[in-house]
């Protein structure tokens, strides 16, 4: 199994553009989500996924979207980058019943300049 | 006010020494509670959940109390791999939701 994966792993955008982040996990966990983590600051929670099909907003949603059309894939859109959204990108899934254990990807490292 | 606390650290311990964390978090409706590791620039990872009554996992144990609203963690026999950030995280369920709430973490350094 490879778990939790991501890509890429950094990025550098310029402030306007837009990206997707890509986020893919093995496990059939029916429970997705994207976290971003900021010095100083502990993981906040962006959006999440209960299973295919439905998402809702987290803590931070503002300026990102998701989509959910398989149980697989969740990926997060970042509509136009903002310096503000310079920070590492975590996708995690975990069983529904269980979300107290997520599995971490290894991340995405996104700079906009 | 953070709904979870952490003391960042870092703590400098020598090799063998005995270690321990705590964490304060503010909301009532907080039901379970955890410690994840993080590696320097790597993912969180599940340490271990904490229980009311206690529990150990080899050299780890933690330790909750709920009338004052923190958790611990103690290493025991601290060893060099030991070395990583330890989050706390509280799972707050309320009606209609719950939610991860990350601590920022307490840093640990074991040296030789």
């Known amino acids: 199994n490879a778990g939790v994966t991501q890509t890429p792993k950094f990025q550098v955008l310029k402030t306007g553009q837009s990206m997707t982040l890509q986020c893919a996990q093995d496990?059939?966990?029916?429970?997705m989500s994207w976290y971003r983590q900021d010095p100083g600051m502990g993981l906040r929670l962006i959006h999440y996924?209960?299973?295919?099909?439905?998402?809702d907003q987290g803590e931070v949603p503002n300026g990102y979207n998701v989509s959910r059309s398989t149980t697989e894939d969740f990926p997060l859109r970042l509509l136009s980058a903002a310096p503000s959204q310079t920070s590492v990108y975590f996708c995690?899934?975990?069983?529904?019943?269980?979300?107290?254990?997520?599995?971490f990807g290894p991340g995405t490292r996104l700079t906009v300049l | 006010r953070k709904e979870v606390e952490q003391d960042p650290g870092p703590f400098n311990v020598p090799e063998g020494a005995t270690v321990a964390f705590n964490c304060t978090y503010s909301?009532?409706?907080?039901?379970?509670f955890f410690w994840y590791r993080q590696d320097c620039r790597k993912e969180p990872k599940l340490l271990m959940s904490?229980?009311?009554s206690g529990n150990e996992d080899g050299r780890f144990t933690a330790q909750l109390n709920r009338a004052s609203q923190y958790i611990s963690l103690l290493i025991r026999d601290s060893k060099l791999s030991d070395s990583a950030t330890y989050l706390c995280?509280?799972?707050?369920?309320?009606?209609?939701?719950?939610?991860?709430?990350f601590g920022t973490g307490t840093r640990l350094l074991v040296s030789p």
């Open positions: 909301n009532s409706a907080s039901q379970s």
């Open positions: 904490v229980y009311s």
């Open positions: 995280v509280v799972n707050v369920r309320n009606t209609g939701f719950q939610k991860l709430v």
């Open positions: 496990m059939n966990h029916e429970y």
């Open positions: 995690a899934s975990s069983y529904r019943g269980r979300r107290d254990e997520q599995f």
């Open positions: 996924s209960v299973g295919a099909g439905i998402t």
